[in-house]
C-alpha cells in the first residue's frame, strides 16, 4: 500500500459526460501528479500540482481540468468525454515538487461506453 | 523531451529462472524509478535509483548515469514476478514530472 488513495476504483459512463476522479496524497506529501495509461499511448504525464498551485501540464487535453484542495487532495474534472478516453488514470504523490520519488495510488478505470 | 527505451519489449521465463531487463535513456536525469505492474494494474514502486545500486531480496537495480542506462535484475523468478515493468525518469532541469518507458511485459511459467 503506497499511502496514495484513489476514488472511485472502477467508472462506466457514456460519451459526452462529465466525471470527477478523487485522490487523496500520502501524509506529508505536498505534489499530486496525474498520469493517463490508455492501450495506444502507454503511461502519459497530465498535470501537476504543488501545495495548491499548478506546477507542470503535460498532454492534459481542454476538456480535462484539475484542482489541489486546501487539505492537498486532488480532483481530476473529465468533461465531454469520448470513447478514446478510456483507460487508467492514476494520481502520484511525493514530497516536494521535483521529487524525489513519487509513489502511486491504484487508480481509477474509466470505461466510456 | 527525454527518451526511455526499454528492453525486451516480452520475456518469458521458467519459474526460477534469472533475468535482466534494461532501460536506456536519452539525457542526464536527476530520478529514475522502476515499478512493476501486477496483473490488477497497480503500479508498485520497486527502486527509486537515479545512481549506484541497490537490492531488495531477489531484485536488485544499477544505474550508470554516465552511461544513461540501468538495469533491473530479478533472480529465481516466481509466478508472482509476473507483470509489466516499467522504467521512468525525470530528466535533469526544470522538468518535474516522469516520462515512463513502454515497459517489459514478463510472464514467468510454473
Known amino acids: 500500500d503506497s499511502g496514495v488513495t484513489q476514488t472511485p476504483k472502477h467508472l462506466i459512463t457514456a460519451t459526452g459526460q462529465r466525471v470527477t476522479l478523487r485522490c487523496s496524497p500520502r501524509?506529508?506529501?505536498?505534489?499530486v501528479y496525474w498520469y493517463q495509461q490508455s492501450l495506444d499511448q502507454g503511461l502519459q504525464f497530465l498535470i501537476q500540482?504543488?501545495?495548491?498551485?499548478?506546477?507542470a501540464k503535460g498532454n492534459i487535453l481542454e476538456r480535462f481540468s484539475a484542482q489541489q484542495f486546501p487539505d492537498l487532495h486532488s480532483e481530476l474534472n473529465l468533461s465531454s468525454l469520448e470513447l478514446g478516453d478510456s483507460a487508467l488514470y492514476f494520481c502520484?504523490?511525493?514530497?516536494?515538487?521535483?521529487?524525489?520519488?513519487?509513489?502511486f495510488g491504484p487508480g481509477t478505470r474509466l470505461t466510456v461506453t | 523531451g527525454i527518451q526511455v527505451e526499454q528492453s525486451p519489449p516480452d520475456l518469458i521465463l521458467q519459474e526460477g529462472a534469472n533475468s535482466t531487463l534494461r532501460c536506456n535513456f536519452s539525457?542526464?536525469?536527476?530520478?529514475l524509478q522502476w515499478f512493476h505492474q501486477n496483473p490488477w494494474g497497480q503500479l508498485i514502486n520497486l527502486f527509486y535509483?537515479?545512481?549506484g545500486t541497490k537490492q531488495n531480496g531477489r531484485l536488485s537495480a544499477t544505474t550508470v548515469a554516465t552511461e544513461r542506462y540501468s538495469l533491473l535484475y530479478i533472480s529465481s523468478s516466481q509466478t508472482t514476478d509476473s507483470g509489466v515493468y516499467f522504467c521512468?525518469?525525470?530528466?535533469?532541469?526544470?522538468?518535474?514530472?516522469?516520462?515512463f518507458g513502454s515497459g517489459t511485459q514478463l510472464t514467468v511459467l510454473p
Open positions: 502520484a504523490s511525493s514530497v516536494i515538487s521535483s521529487g524525489p520519488e513519487q509513489y
Open positions: 501524509s506529508g506529501d505536498l505534489s
Open positions: 500540482y504543488y501545495n495548491g498551485e499548478e506546477r
Open positions: 539525457d542526464s536525469v536527476n530520478n
Open positions: 535509483i537515479p545512481s
Open positions: 521512468a525518469v525525470i530528466s535533469s532541469g526544470s522538468a518535474r514530472q516522469l516520462t
